[in-house]
């Protein structure tokens, strides 16, 4: 995964240093994606979707039934390959006409590249991804096709899932917390700010840069007093278009 990092970093560095609007980060969560049909991370009871989160998100679950862990996965790729972005998703595209727009998600599924997003760095990894496991450099994109026991790369390794489990290192984490440092404007929307290091890209963020935060329920921002926050206790079909109206509002200030 090396080279896949080493080409964002030089990417997102050459995007940044180009830069001809102001830049506008926005983190986002399962919150989005649920408005499009797409369960959440998991109920109330700690499971997802019927099972225990360790027996199909972590290395220890994979070790133990990995077949268990592909029919997880599978059902899950097909499910959101049939899924249709929303207008929280096409209100952030909007905003492209007038800021450079980083998406950082949590979110696995590819709703905000659907919906026409340029600028995406998937924290916890994409469902229509499968990387070697004796090669994590080698990736396939295989859209919303099945990967069984036995497919394998040009190395000879099982194919897994290009999902960051619990318990793996985070490997764009680094990138979205630099490029949290420069963002003009810095947007949160439907994720809990619970699941770091994801959550903690908010400290990242100068203190002169507006933080919009976007949900049905107002997360708690661990450091920061809710004065210093913009809250839309909205869902993110209502909230991200509302916020999209407020900027581009102060872009037409800044350019009087």
């Avoid at 994606?33 to 225990?52: K, Q, V």
């Avoid at 599978?74 to 952030?92: D, K």
């Avoid at 599924?109 to 070697?132: C, F, Y």
């Amino acid at each position: 995964m090396t080279r896949e990092l080493t080409e964002a970093s030089e990417r997102y560095e050459k995007l940044i240093n180009d830069a001809d609007k102001p830049i506008l980060v926005v983190l986002t969560g399962a919150g989005i994606s649920a408005e499009s049909g797409i369960p959440t991370f998991r109920d109330a009871n700690g499971l997802w979707e019927g099972h225990d989160i360790y027996e199909v998100a972590s290395p220890q679950g994979w070790a133990k039934n990995p077949q268990l862990v592909l029919d997880f996965y599978n059902l899950r790729r097909e499910a959101a390959a049939n899924v249709i972005p929303n207008a929280g998703h096409h209100a952030l595209v909007e905003l492209e006409k007038d800021f450079l727009v980083i998406v950082v998600t949590q979110n696995v599924d590819a709703l905000h590249e659907k919906a026409g997003s340029t600028n995406v760095i998937h924290l916890h990894g994409e469902l229509s991804k499968v990387r070697s496991t004796v090669d994590d450099s080698i990736i396939y994109d295989i859209g919303g096709k099945a990967i069984q026991l036995g497919d394998v790369c040009e190395k000879g390794g099982q194919l897994r899932p290009h999902i960051v489990w619990f318990g793996e290192d985070v490997p764009f984490i680094s990138i979205a917390n630099q490029i949290a440092t420069v963002a003009d404007f810095f947007m949160v929307v439907g994720t809990s700010m619970q699941v770091y290091p994801a959550a903690g890209m908010v400290d990242y963020v100068q203190d002169d840069a507006p933080i919009f935060v976007i949900d049905r329920k107002i997360p708690h921002i661990h450091g920061y007093a809710q004065n210093r926050l913009i809250t839309i206790e909205k869902p993110a079909t209502e909230g991200v278009p509302q916020v999209a109206e407020m900027l581009n509002e102060a872009v037409k200030k800044l350019k009087k």
